[in-house]
């Protein structure tokens, strides 16, 4: 099976590398707030809407969605989540996940993995989609990368220099919520948290400029999409776990090669 001459492999591999850009530009910003946790538990929550929205016969693209807009809406009434509070949802979310696929086994019958994720099993449709919301929120975060760096960063600093701080926050947060719920149905909870953060965490080893930074882990980030798909295809390997297990690999090496250079 060659990965160039097959279609259906080229809309899987699209997907993968348009979601993994989502979720690793949204991971700049979940690493800079410290927020790691809660986009796990933000990934869990669109799993957990996904299967349920499959469950009603609701598009689970939609019910994804609208579970984090949820998730997004409860920790802004919270304030300031506490890890408890956050935790509680990540291991609500998991379990709600967990009950509706062994309840129904035709969702795993059909291909649904929400855990480990299944790029393979990606439509056209499902190509399309991403494609779109790839053009929605890619330009936002583009567009307004100052502001949403200078929230990020320093909120109390940007408040005083009268920038809306609670507006960007409230808007970063919902771009890196949709990222998520995007790219969750194909790819699984362990794909988008990884892409989110293994990218990032690599470029860190590699560059110290935020321009270079992002950069770099955007590179990583499609060339480790890239690497673990060819070889998901050449050897039969789980896609996702492939492709995360290339991220983790540059990630090794950057490590290394920055102690030895240090």
């Known amino acids: 099976m060659s990965l160039f001459t097959d279609p259906f492999l080229w809309t899987a591999l699209s997907v993968g590398v348009l979601g993994a850009v989502l979720c690793t530009l949204a991971g700049r910003f979940v690493l800079m707030r410290g927020m790691t946790f809660v986009s796990i538990a933000l990934a869990e929550a669109a799993a957990a809407g996904a299967a349920l929205g499959m469950l009603i016969h609701m598009p689970p693209d939609i019910a ?3 579970a984090v807009l949820g998730a997004i809406i409860l920790f802004r009434h919270r304030g300031r989540a506490g890890d408890g509070a ?4 990540y291991a609500g979310a998991a379990a709600v996940t967990l009950m509706i696929i062994s309840l129904h086994p035709r969702l795993e019958a059909s291909g649904v993995d929400l855990l480990a994720g299944n790029l ?9 989609f991403m494609a779109g919301a790839f053009a929605v929120i890619a330009p936002v975060h583009i567009l307004y990368r100052k502001a949403f760096l200078f929230t990020a960063i320093d909120p109390d600093t940007a408040r005083t220099q009268g920038l809306p701080a609670r507006v960007w926050e409230v808007l970063l947060m919902v771009t890196i919520g949709l990222s998520i719920a995007v790219t969750i ?7 988008v948290f990884a892409a989110m953060i293994i990218p990032v965490m690599a470029a860190l080893r590699m560059a110290n400029r935020v321009r270079s930074v992002t950069l770099v882990s955007l590179v990583v980030s ?3 999409v890239l690497a673990g798909f060819s070889a998901s295809v050449e050897w039969n390997l789980p896609t996702s776990p492939a492709v995360i297990l290339a991220w983790c690999s540059v990630y090794l090496i950057a490590r290394i090669v920055s102690r030895r250079s240090a």
């Open 64 to 66: 994804a969605i609208v």
């Open 120 to 128: 393979l099993y990606s439509t056209v449709r499902d190509g399309w």
């Open 222 to 224: 499609v060339g480790g």
């Open 185 to 191: 149905k194909l790819a699984g909870v362990l794909y």
């Open 86 to 89: 956050i935790g509680i949802l």
